[in-house]
C-alpha cells in the first residue's frame, strides 16, 4: 500500500496569509494525486486533482504542484471560509489511500 | 448538480449485518466508479471499497475484505454496501463517493454524499 504523509499535521495561520502543506508518498503516484477540503459536519471537497488541477468552482488561491512522491497544497491569501481539514490522496494504485490530514486553524 | 443520498445506518450490535443503500442521480451512473470512504468521528480518510461503473471490478481494503461487499444495481442507480461481521472498529460514517473520471477504477472523487453513521455497540 502507498503510505500518505501529510506535513504539518495542524497550521495556525491568519487571515490573508499564505499557506503552504505538504504530502509525501511512500512511493511514487505519478501526478494521481488529489486534495479535499473538509469542514466540520461536512463531507470532503475536491479541490485539486491530477497533482495541479483546479476542480471547477475552487477559487484561484488554491494551487497544487509536485509529482513522484512529493506535493504541495498552496493558498496564496487565506480567507476566514478556507480554515478547515485538508487530507491529500493518492488514486495511482490501490488501495485508495489518504494522508492523515492537516488542520488550519486560525491565528 | 449530482446528489448521492446514503442511507441504511444506524446503531447496530457487534457481528450484525446492515446493508447501506446510495441513490445518484443527476449523472450516467453506470459511466462512473463509485466507492465508499469512511470517516471515524474527529479522525481522518479511511477508502473502504470501489467498484467500477458496470459492476463487473470490486476492490477492496484489507481491513473489511472477506466481510464487506460492493454492488450496484445500474437501472437503479444505486450503490450499496453489505456489511457483515460487523465490529466496533467500524463505527464510522460511511461515505459513498463518486469517480471523477468516466471510465476508471482508480480516481478521485467529486461528489460526495452526506455520509450516514454506523454506530456498532451492544
Known amino acids: 500500500d502507498i503510505q500518505m504523509t501529510q506535513s504539518p499535521s495542524s497550521v495556525s495561520a491568519s487571515v490573508g496569509d499564505r499557506v503552504t502543506i505538504t504530502c509525501r508518498a511512500s512511493q511514487t503516484t505519478s501526478r494521481w494525486l488529489a486534495w479535499y477540503q473538509q469542514k466540520p459536519g461536512k463531507a470532503p471537497k475536491l479541490l485539486i486533482y491530477a497533482a495541479s488541477t483546479l476542480q471547477s468552482g475552487v477559487p484561484s488561491r488554491f494551487s497544487g504542484s509536485g509529482s513522484g512522491t512529493d506535493f504541495t497544497l498552496t493558498i496564496s491569501s487565506l480567507q476566514p471560509e478556507d480554515f478547515a481539514t485538508y487530507y491529500c490522496?493518492?488514486?495511482?494504485?490501490?488501495?485508495?489511500?489518504f494522508g492523515q490530514g492537516t488542520r488550519l486553524e486560525i491565528k | 448538480e449530482v446528489q448521492l443520498v446514503e442511507s441504511g445506518g444506524g446503531l447496530v450490535q457487534p457481528g450484525g449485518s446492515p446493508r447501506l443503500s446510495c441513490v445518484a442521480s443527476a449523472f450516467t451512473f453506470n459511466d462512473y466508479a463509485m466507492s465508499w470512504v469512511r470517516q471515524v468521528p474527529g479522525k481522518g480518510l479511511e477508502w473502504v471499497s470501489g467498484?467500477?461503473?458496470?459492476?463487473?471490478?470490486?476492490y477492496y481494503a484489507d481491513s473489511v475484505k472477506g466481510r464487506f461487499t460492493i454492488s450496484r444495481d445500474n437501472s437503479k442507480n444505486t450503490l450499496y454496501l453489505q456489511m457483515n461481521s460487523l465490529r466496533g472498529e467500524d463505527t464510522a460514517i460511511y461515505y459513498c463517493a463518486k469517480g471523477l473520471y468516466s471510465g476508471y477504477d482508480r480516481t478521485p472523487f467529486d461528489s460526495w454524499g452526506q455520509g450516514t453513521l454506523v454506530t456498532v455497540s451492544s
Open positions: 467498484i467500477s461503473g458496470s459492476g463487473g471490478n470490486t
Open positions: 490522496q493518492q488514486a495511482n494504485s490501490l488501495p485508495i489511500t
